[in-house]
T-cell receptor, first 115, second 112 residues
Framework: AQSVTQPDIHITVSEGASLELRCNYS??????LFWYVQSPGQGLQLLLK??????LVQGIKGFEAEFKRSQSSFNLRKPSVHWSDAAEYFC?????????????FGTGTRLTIIP | EAEVAQSPRYKITEKSQAVAFWCDPI?????LYWYRQILGQGPELLVQ????????DSQLPKDRFSAERLKGVDSTLKIQPAELGDSAMYLC??????????FGPGTRLTVL
């Protein structure tokens, strides 16, 4: 069965500093990988996704992620964070389930931004 | 921009009571998902519909949870009776023949 590990429960970053959130997955085949962001009390918004091809994926809000098969990782990065980036970030692996994706989520990383 | 609608946004109930949550997916999205998100964890799939049919309810506690999507559009998730451990955020998502799932704002359930 597939699984996702987000080793950092909570990260604090200064506004304007760079950010990297870690994600490791376990899946036997080539995975579909996703990063979602969740603001307090809200649903999830898709930041970016990887299906195949270029291993560096660009997303919304200036985020990018790099798929590294050898490390089973899909880390999320942003060169300069803004206060509005404070939220919970979830990495997910998807497998085809009756023609659609069945997502397995990690436990999330809470991002705090300090001035 | 089309969005997934959910109601109510917040629900407080006492244990042993019945509760129901409603979801209206994005128009044209044939696939609908219900997730449960316990505080501090990622969402966990409870049930997946393709049109009006359940295609995956392997993680749905069927002794107390039920879900329906009678006309293949909106959906209702019910819990009867509610237990303290059911306190969580219940998220609905929809997708159209593909990989991207669009999530609603969720219903925050508190069981006292």
């Amino acid at each position: 069965a597939q699984s996702v590990t987000q080793p950092d429960i909570h990260i604090t970053v200064s506004e304007g500093a760079s950010l990297e959130l870690r994600c490791n997955y376990s899946y036997g085949a080539t995975p579909y990988l996703f990063w979602y962001v969740q603001s307090p009390g809200q649903g999830l918004q898709l930041l970016l996704k990887y299906f195949s091809g270029d291993t560096l994926v660009q997303g919304i809000k200036g985020f990018e992620a790099e798929f590294k098969r050898s490390q089973s990782s899909f880390n999320l990065r942003k060169p300069s964070v803004h206060w509005s980036d404070a939220a919970e970030y979830f990495c997910a692996v998807g497998i085809s389930n009756f023609g659609n994706e069945k997502l397995t989520f990690g436990t999330g990383t809470r991002l705090t931004i300090i001035p | 921009e089309a969005e997934v609608a959910q109601s109510p946004r917040y629900k407080i109930t006492e244990k042993s009571q019945a509760v129901a949550f409603w979801c209206d997916p994005i128009s044209g999205h044939a696939t609908l998902y219900w997730y449960r998100q316990i505080l501090g964890q990622g969402p966990e799939l409870l049930v997946q519909f393709q049109d009006e049919s359940v295609v995956d309810d392997s993680q749905l506690p069927k002794d107390r949870f039920s879900a329906e999507r009678l006309k293949g559009v909106d959906s209702t998730l019910k819990i009867q009776p509610a237990e303290l451990g059911d306190s969580a955020m219940y998220l609905c998502a929809s997708s159209f023949k593909g990989h991207e799932q669009f999530f609603g704002p969720g219903t925050r359930l508190t069981v006292l």
